[in-house]
């Protein structure tokens, strides 16, 4: 069955913290006394298509809201875990709401709520693909609901954008200068065009990534298709030491931080993103290729970033088998995409990511 995001309010709602977050003090606590959702009935779905990979167990759905480390409530420093007194973890809880509120005041806060109780839920896994025609999706349910999805959309809009003048102003790109003076028109084109996601020209050497017309459809409809049936959306880097991170902290390799920023926005839009990183130390993605299907899993999108340890035929074969392996067709991000759009079609959802911009730096 499609989550509610954790909350009784509806799908949409903020959902971190709470009696199902084990990240978090007040989700042990209920834990303990036997309270949350692994104590619960728990139904896995089934795909009716054959060949699908059984992306979720039971360890997975028990934590289906519980493995966020984001709650702005509370402060991860302030965990009574920590061997701090009490005056002191007081002290930087305090500090850390008072943040947090700066934080609302300037770039808002998802306050979106459901006005209706107990809708009815669709029941999207009866069918292949989630594929629910119209008429089988129940009077009431909130897909059917008009006036609540423009006011989903609306607000997922606002959600979005403050979420992409963050992500500009941590990297150095913020609309208003440290002075407070706003970007000239010839500085909001170059900002433009330095975080552009280029469609149809896979050879720009500005912005962040280049997708074919293809791709960018397929991107859109994949993200509709997750929002609709509140279903999980899958992101896989591929590659070496450099992608999985070695000489570094697991959780601040590149996936992983993509994951931290995005999945909150995911949630509140009743979608689970699910990141994995599967790169290797020293040997690529052959290895891994043979068996995509069993060892990639479901992908959404998938990054390749192989090119110290790999050239030549095992990427091309690491690019279809990537298409073949499991029931989901990927975004492929590559830099070396060989023939596979002459091959297909230009069917292929292909791009990839720009290293090449400088003034990224």
Request: zero cysteines; proline letters at 4%; glycine letters at 8%.
């Amino acid at each position: 069955q499609p989550h509610d995001s954790g909350s009784s309010k509806g799908f949409h709602s903020m959902s971190f913290g709470g009696v199902n977050n084990l990240a978090h003090p007040g989700g042990v606590r209920e834990a303990l006394a036997g309270n949350g959702i692994a104590f619960q009935n728990i139904v896995i779905p089934k795909s009716k298509v054959e060949n699908a990979i059984p992306s979720l167990n039971h360890i997975n759905i028990v934590n289906h809201w519980g493995h966020y480390v984001h709650d702005e409530h509370r402060s991860p420093y302030a965990s009574y875990f920590y061997d701090k007194p009490k005056n002191i973890l007081d002290k930087e809880q305090k500090t850390f709401v008072k943040k947090m509120e700066a934080v609302r005041k300037e770039w808002g806060a998802w306050d979106f709520k459901d006005d209706k109780e107990n809708r009815p839920i669709a029941d999207f896994n009866s069918v292949e693909y989630k594929d629910l025609a119209n008429d089988m999706i129940p009077d009431g349910s909130w897909q059917k609901d008009e006036k609540y999805v423009k006011r989903l959309i609306a607000d997922a809009r606002v959600l979005v954008n403050a979420m992409t003048e963050g992500i500009y102003a941590e990297y150095g790109s913020p609309l208003k200068k440290a002075n407070g003076k706003s970007l000239s028109e010839a500085e909001k084109k170059n900002r433009s065009e330095k975080w552009n996601v280029n469609i149809g020209n896979g050879h720009s050497k500005r912005g962040v990534a280049n997708l074919s017309k293809g791709a960018f459809d397929g991107l859109v409809q994949k993200l509709l298709h997750a929002l609709i049936t509140n279903d999980e959306f899958y992101v896989v880097w591929a590659g070496h030491s450099a992608a999985a991170g070695h000489g570094n902290n697991f959780l601040q390799n590149q996936v992983m931080t993509f994951h931290k920023i995005m999945e909150p926005v995911f949630d509140k839009l009743g979608t689970r993103l699910i990141s994995r990183n599967m790169g290797m130390g020293g040997v690529g993605t052959l290895h891994f290729s043979m068996a995509g299907k069993d060892l990639y899993g479901e992908t959404d999108i998938i990054i390749w970033d192989s090119a110290m340890t790999e050239k030549g035929k095992p990427v091309d074969f690491f690019n279809k088998q990537v298409i073949y392996s499991g029931e989901r067709v990927p975004l492929l991000l590559t830099a070396q995409p060989f023939k596979i759009m002459q091959e297909t079609d230009n069917t292929a959802w292909v791009g990839n990511i720009v290293v090449s911009d400088k003034s990224m730096l």
